[in-house]
């Protein structure tokens, strides 16, 4: 049979979709994949958000999906209309290749997720259900896309063009739920904003307790303003709210006890791991969980883990 010329638009159609399927299909696993770690966090590496703060993952993953989806359903949406208009297409050697190509991977994709199944299982160890569910995903996943590609090859979507956007409906319907579902994880752009703002605040409180700290262990005598923290030469400054630009407060509460305050905008119920401890001050006032609004500090310097610096002759 007569093969049907391929020009660029159609090797470029052709190569878009196969792309932006295969990285979106990636990125809705991953997604799953960040769900399931937060539903069912593993015991011994602690609470999810320890591994990633922010759930940075969560929100590439949407970003791509919401980028890549509708991108790949309006390639083949092109794609269709051009075999419609000349149903020859429908032999061309692009399309093959790339049905053929999707065949493979989602095929060898499902047979790679039962071999590790087995194997977990084989060396006894533990069945988690988050394992389970991962695997579950991987197999439906690859498992409805080489379906998809086997009617396609068999012409089935082109003689049922009515049932095939129905499935595309469907598809935008599930992503769309998929990544509404991530924003109550997450919470929205507006609350991650003010989390990072809130882990600012944190770090410049630490900062501040450093150089507090230090102050009196030149000087054995605590500051009476933050301004007294200044030094050109070893480059100290003060910092601020990142949001107001407004001085944090500082006050002495005894020769050798002070608090810091600031106004946070989030409930803070833990401490990010990701923020540097530059001085243990012990295991209580090392503490700066915080609820909203002003949120004070206080901290007492111990002369034994902390003592003056010895005086020069």
């Not at 052709?14 to 769900?35: H, N, P, Q």
């Not at 989602?106 to 299982?121: E, K, N, P, S």
């Amino acid at each position: 049979m007569h093969d049907t010329k391929v020009g660029p638009k159609d090797f470029f159609f052709w190569a878009g979709a196969m792309a932006s399927l295969y990285a979106g299909v990636f990125a809705f696993i991953s997604l799953i994949f960040e769900y399931i770690n937060a539903a069912f966090p593993n015991p011994v590496q602690g609470a999810y958000y320890y591994g990633d703060p922010y759930f940075g993952n969560i929100s590439y993953e949407t970003a791509s999906l919401i980028v890549l989806t509708p991108l790949f359903m309006v390639l083949m949406r092109l794609i269709r209309r051009d075999i419609a208009e000349e149903p020859a297409r429908n032999e061309s050697w692009v399309r093959r290749w790339a049905i053929f190509l999707t065949l493979f991977l989602a095929a060898g994709t499902m047979v790679v997720d039962l071999i590790v199944l087995l194997t977990t299982f084989l060396q006894g160890e533990a069945m988690t259900i988050a394992f389970l569910l991962k695997i579950l995903t991987v197999l439906i996943v690859a498992g409805l896309a080489f379906l998809h590609f086997l009617a396609d090859l068999r012409g089935y979507w082109t003689e049922n063009a009515g049932t095939a956007r129905i499935l595309n409906w469907g598809v935008g319907v599930l992503v769309i739920l998929v990544i509404v579902s991530g924003f109550f994880i997450i919470g929205t752009p507006q609350e991650l904003r003010k989390m990072k703002q809130d882990d600012t605040r944190v770090q410049d409180l630490q900062n501040l307790q450093w150089q507090i700290v230090n102050y009196w262990q030149q000087k054995e005598a605590l500051p009476t303003t933050l301004d007294q923290l200044r030094d050109p030469i070893s480059g100290a400054t003060i910092p601020v709210d990142p949001v107001t630009g407004e001085a944090y407060v500082y006050q002495s509460t005894g020769a050798r006890s002070f608090k810091l305050c600031a106004e946070f905008a989030t409930e803070g119920a833990r401490t990010n791991p990701s923020i540097p401890k530059p001085i243990d001050v012990g295991v209580i006032d090392e503490n700066w969980q915080h609820g909203v609004g002003e949120i004070c500090f206080d901290r007492t310097i111990d002369p034994e883990r902390y003592p003056p610096y010895p005086k020069g002759r």
